[in-house]
């Protein structure tokens, strides 16, 4: 792969954005080939935990703006952004962003889409779109009114403002907040304890997290539970309890 990078590590999938000189701007090759990424990270039973993190100072600056031409930018998010979205979307595996830097545009689209961010203190939120006569797109308006007020987000998003990293926090759109020096330590760790982590009990709190209506959830964790108590993992547990060990 030529702007990504792979590592599998202690069941955790690192999904790397690696055109540092760019600041990670998302290219063309960049977008799909994260797509392809993803189906192989998703399909690979050692992986039980994904993360985003960007080479480099940056997680993303956002779309690459060096493109130049009539680009009908609704075909281009049709075939290339929307690929990569719908595979964060419908990862039924934990999805980690590591947050460093600058997380600009569509790059923070895309990391909006993840479970959860672990951000380190210096990072800016750039909600750059406006700045250059466009709505905020991959997926981005999507997971903004969902972690934060809407009335909020789409002032921020009219302003084109970049905010530190305690705003961010303070909009809701931070997990973890993390000092510069501690930052990847605590990302790994974080992505490491959590594929130690019973994969059905994990899988299973997503699915019932993303489940809108109170009869559904009720149904749905009558299925999960009843698998869970299935896993050896949790018999193992019981057996630990009541034998005090
Ligand atoms: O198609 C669609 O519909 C999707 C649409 C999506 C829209 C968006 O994503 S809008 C957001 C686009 N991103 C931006 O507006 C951010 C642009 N970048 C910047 O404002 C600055 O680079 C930063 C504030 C992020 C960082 O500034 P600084 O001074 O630390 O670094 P730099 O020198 O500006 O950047 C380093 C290099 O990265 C530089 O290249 P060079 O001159 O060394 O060859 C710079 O041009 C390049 N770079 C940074 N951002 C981008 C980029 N190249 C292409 N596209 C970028 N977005």
């Not at 595996?93 to 909006?112: D, E, F, R, Y």
């Not at 406006?130 to 909020?152: C, E, N, Q, S, T």
């Not at 130690?196 to 109170?214: D, H, I, N, W, Y």
């Not at 009843?226 to 009541?242: D, P, V, W, Y």
């Amino acid at each position: 792969m030529e702007t990504i990078q792979i590592t599998r590590h202690n069941g955790v999938g690192w999904l790397k954005w690696n055109r540092p000189e760019k600041l990670n701007a998302l290219n063309e090759t960049l977008l799909k080939e994260a797509t392809e990424a993803m189906k192989g990270l998703v399909a690979d039973e050692d992986v039980r935990v994904i993360v985003l993190v960007g080479e480099g100072r940056a997680f993303s600056s956002g779309q690459d703006l060096t493109i130049e031409g009539d680009a009908d930018y609704g075909t281009y998010l049709e075939d290339v952004y929307h690929p990569l979205v719908r595979a964060l979307e419908s990862c039924k595996k934990p999805l980690i962003a590591g947050i460093h830097g600058v997380v600009a545009g569509a790059g923070l689209s895309l990391a909006l889409a993840a479970d959860v961010r672990i951000v380190a203190r210096s990072t800016k939120f750039s909600s750059a779109f406006i700045k250059i006569g466009l709505v905020a797109d991959a997926g981005g308006p999507y997971h903004l009114k969902r972690l934060m007020r809407p009335d909020l987000a789409l002032s921020w998003m009219w302003s084109g403002r970049t905010i530190d990293a305690e705003q961010a926090e303070r909009f809701g759109l931070v997990t973890e907040l993390v000092e510069d020096d501690a930052y990847t330590r605590a990302l790994t760790e974080y992505a490491e304890a959590l594929a130690k982590q019973s994969p059905v009990a994990v899988e299973g709190m997503k699915a019932l997290f993303r489940t809108e209506s109170f009869e559904a959830g009720l149904e749905e964790e009558i299925q999960w539970q009843r698998k869970c108590g299935q896993t050896e993992i949790h018999r193992q547990a019981m057996h630990a309890f009541l034998t005090k060990k």
